[in-house]
């Protein structure tokens, strides 16, 4: 059987009310750290399959489509970024690059900047 109790004033706690905030926050926090580390681990994938098709492209081929798939993400990386090694005991190949990206936290008036080094790089063999 269903008792309904009436005259009883809806309640609120404030623990919930507290964990909602605290998740909100995390939400618009991570969601700014998010964007950092995909884009980081977007154009490591890609510095990775450009390390695997190596063997069939030379070194400018490689710079050249790593320069236009930074750009494609935002990130300022030129050819002169990119170092591309090739060596032959033992045959492999090594690319990497170092670039700084920065989680911004804006709310309630204030700005909050964090610098982030960022070092994408692959080793494959030839």
Known sequence: MVRHLRNQPGTSRLGCLFMIVVIAAAGFVGKNVGEVYFRYYRIRDYVREQADFAPALTDDVIR?????????????????????RRTWSPKEITIEAQYEDSVVIAALGMRKVWKVQLRPSAHAPL
């Open 64 to 84: 050249r489509r790593l320069v236009g798939f930074a750009d494609s993400l935002g990130l300022n990386l030129g050819p002169r970024d990119w170092v591309v």
